[in-house]
């Protein structure tokens, strides 16, 4: 599993910098979307695609050997972001919806954080 987890560690923590890249296009694109006179369909686009990324996203936190805490906030990002797109498609129009806003403002939090944490021990393990 050490060997598993030496090449999974940089790759895992290469792809969490990346996602968290893309939440902040979301957010881009959803305010193009919704005051830029476009409509949201790269805001939707993109985030099926961020959906599906999730997927591998949790398995190589799960192969990377990763401390408890950052496997933690690895894993919440996923069951989060597993739920993120229902709140728009299962409850548009009603009070549910607005969670979508919420959902993001979180999954922000904790994209930042596991990329964060991730370059820091990939720092500490490189020195």
């Keep these: 599993m050490a060997a598993v987890s030496r090449y999974a560690r940089p790759v895992f923590i290469v792809f969490a910098v990346l996602y968290a890249i893309g939440v902040v296009v979301q957010f881009f694109l959803a305010g193009l979307g919704l005051l830029g006179g ?33 496997l933690i906030m690895a894993i919440a990002l996923t ?8 709140w728009v ?8 919806g607005a969670l979508h806003v919420l959902g993001a403002l979180i999954i922000f939090g904790l994209a930042r954080d596991v990329a964060e944490q991730g370059v820091k021990l990939w720092r500490g393990a490189k020195a």
């Design 89 to 96: 498609t299962e409850f548009r129009g009603e009070v549910l």
């Design 38 to 70: 476009e409509t949201m369909q790269a805001h939707n686009d993109l985030g099926w695609m961020m959906h599906t990324l999730i997927i591998p996203f949790l398995v190589l936190a799960l192969l990377s050997g990763l401390p408890r805490p950052l």
């Design 79 to 86: 069951v989060i972001m597993l739920v993120q797109p229902f």
